[in-house]
């Protein structure tokens, strides 16, 4: 990399971390001067609706901050299209939410230093071009036709009438029909897990039913263990966590079930575990890939630092790390930006990986 791109980066990471560090300042300055401007919105949303418009700019800013932080205008305007949707299923019309981010990039623009401002600027007025003409609507997950379609339908159906006892028994009666556990983690568990956060975000289900759902599904997983760990090992270890700070853990979980079901030795630390511990669980394994998972962007950050530390252990540069999550999806670059080796995009890829990354290893010993 030439010294002006090692540079450009550094002013970028030094830009995202300002905004960051005045996020709570900035988002009660966007939505003071929101409301003054526009005092029909008081009348409108009331002091209930200011808070909430405060919350919302403060996490739009921390969107914004990573974006800015890992240069991704992808990552920015990706989240602009989620929040569109979000708040239109709430009574926020996108006119709403132009008007709100226009603001945003003004008071950025007259409070931030010139070179923070301008990266964060040019970030908000590219999503604002974009804004009228990003989708009303996010897509299905479970479509007719699909692979398991009506299984993963009844699946999902059950969950959401919190019968966990239905669910289960049709897992359970797939796998004495013979589906592989492999199609049911990709084609039932990983699909409807996405559909159930589509329903959250068009306001459909509510936070508590989002989190019955992944529960249940975790309980099944876990139900499903005396079939997953059955199979001939190749000697490979996968360490499994997700980021540090991330709730959402059972795409990462999935992943390490999907390479135990390819042989695989694995470890899944859940989530919440201190890069330290992550550290440590590597070494003392001598893991071969350590897997990090992150789905909010703001949550990148934590698995960089987690990288970092892996390749200052002893195991330093032995270990393959692979990422992946929502937040990796969205900007093919970023794996590598911040020091992986590979991404799955779902579990599909995953799959494809374990076996790439076993050949790799074999070919080593």
Same mark, same amino acid.
């Given at each position: 990399?030439?010294?002006?791109?090692?540079?450009?980066?550094?002013?970028?990471?030094?830009?995202?971390?300002?905004?960051?560090?005045?996020?709570?300042? &900035?988002?009660?300055?966007?939505?003071?001067?929101?409301?003054?401007? =526009?005092?029909?919105?008081?009348?409108?949303?009331?002091?209930?609706?200011?808070?909430?418009?405060?919350? #919302?700019?403060?996490?739009?800013?921390?969107?914004?901050?990573?974006?800015?932080?890992?240069?991704?205008?992808?990552?920015?305007?990706?989240?602009?299209?989620?929040?569109?949707? &979000?708040?239109?299923?709430?009574?926020?019309?996108?006119?709403?939410?132009?008007?709100?981010?226009?603001?945003?990039?003004?008071?950025?623009?007259?409070?931030?230093?010139?070179?923070?401002?301008?990266?964060?600027? =040019?970030?908000?007025?590219?999503?604002?071009?974009?804004?009228? @003409?990003?989708? #009303?609507?996010?897509?299905?997950?479970?479509?007719?036709?699909?692979?398991?379609? %009506?299984?993963?339908?009844?699946?999902?159906?059950?969950? &959401?009438?919190?019968?966990?006892?239905?669910?289960?028994?049709?897992?359970?009666?797939?796998?004495?029909?013979?589906?592989?556990?492999?199609?049911?983690?990709?084609?039932?568990?990983?699909?409807?897990?996405?559909?159930?956060?589509?329903?959250? @975000?068009?306001?459909?289900?509510?936070?508590? %039913?989002?989190?019955?759902?992944?529960?249940?599904?975790?309980?099944?997983?876990? %139900?499903?263990?005396?079939?997953?760990?059955?199979?001939?090992?190749?000697?490979?270890?996968?360490?499994?966590?997700?980021?540090?700070?991330?709730?959402?853990?059972?795409?990462?979980?999935?992943?390490?079930?999907?390479?135990?079901?390819?042989?695989?030795?694995?470890?899944?630390?859940? /989530?919440?575990?201190?890069?330290?511990?992550?550290?440590?669980?590597?070494?003392?394994? %001598? /893991?071969?890939?350590?897997?990090?998972?992150?789905?909010?962007?703001?949550?990148? =950050?934590?698995?960089?630092?987690?990288?970092?530390?892996?390749?200052?252990?002893?195991?330093?540069? @032995?270990?393959?790390?692979?990422?992946?999550?929502?937040?990796?999806?969205?900007?093919?670059?970023?794996?590598?930006?911040?020091? /992986? #080796?590979?991404? /799955?995009? #779902?579990?599909?890829?995953?799959?494809?990986?374990?076996?790439?990354?076993?050949?790799?290893?074999?070919?080593?010993?």
């Amino acid at each position: 990399m030439s010294q002006v791109s090692d540079n450009e980066t550094s002013l970028e990471r030094a830009a995202g971390a300002a905004i960051e560090a005045q996020r709570t300042a &900035l988002a009660e300055a966007v939505v003071q001067r929101e409301f003054s401007q =526009r005092p029909e919105l008081l009348l409108r949303y009331g002091d209930e609706g200011r808070e909430k418009s405060r919350r #919302d700019a403060e996490f739009h800013l921390s969107y914004l901050a990573e974006a800015v932080r890992v240069d991704s205008g992808l990552l920015f305007s990706e989240y602009v299209g989620w929040a569109k949707i &979000l708040l239109a299923s709430r009574g926020v019309g996108s006119d709403v939410f132009a008007a709100h981010l226009a603001t945003m990039r003004d008071v950025l623009e007259s409070t931030l230093p010139e070179t923070t401002a301008g990266f964060a600027c =040019r970030m908000l007025e590219h999503a604002l071009r974009e804004l009228p @003409q990003l989708p #009303d609507t996010p897509p299905e997950f479970i479509t007719p036709g699909g692979p398991h379609a %009506q299984l993963a339908g009844g699946y999902l159906d059950a969950l &959401l009438r919190w019968d966990r006892q239905l669910a289960s028994r049709l897992i359970f009666d797939a796998v004495e029909r013979g589906i592989p556990l492999e199609e049911l983690y990709l084609h039932v568990f990983q699909s409807s897990q996405r559909a159930v956060g589509r329903l959250w @975000q068009i306001n459909r289900v509510s936070i508590a %039913q989002e989190h019955y759902c992944s529960a249940a599904t975790q309980v099944i997983m876990a %139900q499903l263990y005396p079939r997953v760990f059955t199979g001939k090992r190749h000697g490979g270890t996968l360490i499994a966590a997700a980021a540090y700070g991330e709730a959402h853990e059972i795409g990462v979980r999935m992943i390490a079930d999907v390479f135990e079901l390819r042989g695989w030795n694995t470890h899944y630390l859940g /989530a919440n575990v201190p890069p330290d511990g992550v550290v440590q669980a590597v070494n003392e394994q %001598q /893991a071969d890939v350590l897997a990090v998972s992150a789905t909010l962007a703001y949550h990148i =950050r934590a698995v960089e630092r987690l990288i970092a530390a892996v390749r200052r252990s002893a195991i330093g540069t @032995q270990i393959k790390i692979l990422v992946g999550g929502y937040a990796f999806t969205i900007d093919p670059r970023l794996w590598g930006k911040i020091g /992986a #080796d590979a991404y /799955a995009m #779902d579990l599909a890829a995953a799959a494809k990986l374990s076996e790439q990354l076993a050949k790799e290893r074999s070919a080593h010993l």
